[in-house]
């Protein structure tokens, strides 16, 4: 089942609203609280450990709450039992009470069963988590949606460390543990209540694998996925750990306070808060899987510090509160943060007809990693106590343990499923460029656009923010109804560097579908991508009644060197009587490259009086073809600016050239080769001279035939080709052709001038 967007919309606000309540309950009932509240009253490193621990082994029983689903709906389960978990915690309530009357074993005891008690119950009431998250992180930002929640989680986890940790900075009584106990079951039975109005997700199907055992051998069964499990079981088990006992390791190494240690945490809520913004940002356009390597990484970092830190610092007041500030910061964003991205991926890589199955097996290898990892590590710390060892000296053993699982972790990162994510490699340079981030902030202001003018306006901001991760959402703007918006999408996708194969498929679409419109763009942009796959439809397109395409097409095919279509090309701009074809037509040509094509553009010169533009364009693609282009284009420019400047542009060229060879004379070997090189351009400046103001053209000519051929740039057609067109007196009217041809023959002179020896 799938919701519609107003209803997906009402329903993920209810969720929110629920996240608001629930994350207020967890952090009052079970989170840093209660590992302070044990460590108040003696509480050794094994029962932490087996605290924490409490929390992943309750993810064993949800088989028990898929039996239930049998019978009961999903959302009932859930409310259920989140209400019972809650109450559970009045045990834990009535702890100081105990304790106050001298029965500290009992209150521990009490402590325990409602700790143990409350994951439970929402061991059971787990099974329809992934279910209605899949169910309302379906769409397009299912990543963003995702980490929103984490954000909210993170948030709250802040905010209220920040509160307990002013409560328990003035060393209350241990009564005041619970207060803070009491309005965590509060919220808690609220937010029970609060998921009832969340729609019910759609039940999965049995069939085959609906067994526990089938479920387990078809999920190993799929390398992706027993892969990811794998990674998976040691990134829990090492943020379990370092999550866990790093309030052990400030209360017990650094023997900070509680106020101190739940102040800490409040920066250990940033550090989830910063990571879930982070990720949010990005996760829809690099994807899951290179954050949350990125996460781990992150971690990873974060923990080698504690095996190298001096003893000494433990001593120096202000070095050791930064350092824990660093620690708490960075364990809860990477680690934190990559637990969070972890399921995001999980949500990609498993389809939704097996999310109830699938989810089972995620978080029994949630769950064995977690409890395995904590009592391994609380047992570990008291046995090395025993042995002698210091608690620094123990940590120290126990984070390089964890050092080396990370590190194992992130070696395997290879065998995870991209599932259309950028490269580990890739994300990094997006992460590191500000214009890849700053496109992916206007795409985000993109997909909350109201209407197309503000559509319109992000797009031209995109246009001017060229990245790669612009293409899906240029695309999806490509398709829009509005004729403006889809010009200005595709008009940004021009300024890419290169194009996907999906992107390539949509512009031949767009080519197809809307001549006249936007078709011509996209024939341009195939053209500059060199997209071969397009050349036989731009072929028919050559000869579309849209001239402009059909000029597009032309440009295309010659920018992908299409020669067997230039004689075809040759005979549309011989044949049509549009000025703007001709000049696209032409400009294909001079891309070609072909001297062949040189008296087929001196013709348009010979119509009847062609227009200035088209003139220029004509002799800019003899250019061209002639490898002049950027030079000459200088020499037209100041010309068509000062027509009265041709005989001071033409004498110029000349007096460059014939200097050029009087200063390399000295450093020519052969005499015979001097005096020849040395006659021929004597005699230029008199040739060009007639050529210009007489208007004749013989001297000239003969001057172009006898260049050697050895020394010459250009095969002996164009010499032919060019000694015949000075000559033509329907072309020697044009200054600026005589321009190009005197431009041509100085730097003809010139590199047989370099030539020489």
């Given at each position: 089942m799938q919701l519609s967007p107003y209803r997906l919309g009402k329903a993920r606000d209810v969720y929110n609203y629920f996240n608001v309540f629930n994350a207020i309950s967890w952090n009052l009932c079970v989170g840093i609280i209660i590992t302070l509240f044990a460590l108040r009253m003696g509480a050794t490193s094994t029962y932490i450990g087996l605290l924490s621990a409490a929390f992943y082994i309750a993810l064993f029983l949800l088989p028990l709450g898929k039996i239930l689903a049998k019978r009961f709906s999903i959302i009932g389960i859930f409310s259920f039992t989140w209400i019972a978990r809650s109450l559970c915690m009045i045990l834990a309530v009535a702890a100081p009470f105990f304790d106050y009357a001298g029965y500290r074993n009992t209150a521990l005891l009490l402590i325990m069963a409602g700790v143990i008690l409350f994951h439970l119950f929402r061991g059971v009431g787990m099974i329809g988590n992934n279910p209605v998250l899949g169910l309302l992180a379906s769409g397009p930002d299912r990543g963003s949606y995702m980490t929103q929640i984490q954000i909210i989680n993170s948030a709250i986890g802040m905010s209220s460390s920040f509160i307990i940790a002013m409560i328990l900075g003035m060393e209350p009584p241990i009564f005041i543990f619970s207060i803070l106990l009491a309005a965590g079951v509060v919220t808690g039975v609220i937010s029970g209540y609060m998921i009832r109005k969340v729609p019910e997700p759609a039940a999965e199907k049995e069939g085959h694998g609906s067994r526990l055992r089938q479920v387990f051998k078809d999920a190993f069964s799929q390398d992706s996925l027993r892969n990811f499990m794998f990674i998976l079981f040691l990134v829990i088990m090492v943020s379990g750990v370092t999550r866990t006992f790093v309030v052990v390791y400030a209360r017990e190494v650094f023997e900070h306070n509680d106020g101190l240690i739940s102040l800490y945490s409040v920066f250990g809520g940033l550090g989830y808060l910063m990571a879930g913004l982070i990720v949010k940002f990005l996760v829809d356009r690099i994807g899951a899987k290179p954050l949350?390597?990125?996460?781990?990484?992150?971690?990873?970092?974060?923990?080698?510090?504690?095996?190298?830190?001096?003893?000494?610092?433990?001593?120096?007041?202000?070095?050791?509160?930064?350092?824990?500030?660093?620690?708490?910061?960075m364990i809860n964003f990477g680690f934190l943060g990559s637990e969070g991205i972890a399921q995001t991926y999980f949500f990609a890589l498993v389809p939704q007809e097996k999310m109830l199955n699938m989810g089972i097996v995620y978080f029994f290898i949630f769950g064995a990693a977690g409890a395995g990892g904590s009592l391994l590590a609380g047992f570990l710390l008291d046995m090395l106590r025993v042995m002698g060892m210091s608690s620094f000296a123990s940590f120290r053993v126990l984070f390089i343990v964890l050092i080396t699982l990370a590190l194992t972790a992130l070696a395997m990162h290879r065998k995870m499923k991209s599932l259309g994510s950028l490269p580990l490699k890739g994300a990094l340079e997006v992460i590191f460029s500000f214009r890849d981030l700053r496109a992916i902030s206007i795409l985000d202001k993109l997909n909350k656009a109201q209407d197309s003018n503000e559509e319109q306006i992000l797009i031209g901001e995109l246009h001017n923010t060229p990245s790669h991760l612009a293409i899906g959402g240029l695309l999806e703007r490509a398709r829009s109804p509005r004729l403006e918006t889809r010009f200005e999408s595709i008009r940004a996708l021009e300024k890419?560097?290169?194009?996907?194969?999906?992107?390539?498929?949509?512009?031949?679409?767009?080519?197809?579908?809307?001549?006249?419109?936007?078709?011509?763009?996209?024939?341009?942009?195939?053209?500059?991508?060199?997209?071969?796959?397009?050349?036989?439809?731009?072929?028919?397109?050559?000869?579309?009644?849209?001239?402009?395409?059909?000029?597009?097409?032309?440009?295309?095919?010659?920018?992908?060197?299409?020669?067997?279509f230039r004689s075809k090309v040759e005979r549309l701009i011989r044949d049509t009587k549009n000025p703007r074809l001709m000049i696209m037509g032409s400009e294909a040509l001079g891309l070609f490259g072909n001297t062949d094509s040189i008296p087929v553009l001196l013709n348009i010169l010979r119509g009847d009086d062609p227009p200035p533009y088209l003139r220029d364009e004509v002799l800019l693609a003899i250019a061209t073809i002639l490898e002049i282009q950027k030079m000459y284009y200088r020499i037209l420019v100041r010309y068509r600016s000062d027509k009265s400047l041709a005989h001071t542009l033409a004498m110029d060229e000349v007096e460059s050239a014939l200097e050029f060879i009087t200063s390399n004379e000295k450093k020519i070997l052969s005499k015979d080769n001097v005096s020849s090189l040395i006659s021929h351009a004597g005699v230029f400046q008199r040739a060009v001279e007639k050529y210009l103001n007489d208007k004749d053209g013989t001297e000239m000519s003969h001057w172009i035939l006898d260049i050697p051929n050895e020394y010459s740039k250009s095969r002996y057609a164009i010499k032919s080709i060019l000694s015949k067109a000075v000559l033509d007196n329907d072309l020697i009217v044009f200054n600026s052709l005589r321009l190009l041809i005197i431009h041509w023959a100085a730097q003809e002179l010139r590199i047989w001038g370099a030539k020489v020896k």
């Open positions: 949350f390597l990125v996460c781990v990484g992150i971690g990873l970092v974060s923990i080698i510090p504690v095996v190298f830190i001096p003893q000494a610092m433990i001593l120096n007041v202000t070095g050791a509160i930064l350092f824990m500030v660093f620690l708490f910061f890419l560097e290169s194009l996907n194969d999906k992107a390539e498929n949509a512009l031949i679409d767009d080519i197809i579908n809307n001549p006249f419109t936007t078709a011509y763009i996209s024939a341009r942009i195939l053209g500059n991508n060199k997209c071969t796959a397009a050349i036989p439809l731009l072929r028919e397109l050559a000869v579309s009644d849209d001239y402009m395409l059909a000029g597009e097409a032309l440009i295309a095919l010659a920018k992908m060197k299409d020669e067997a």
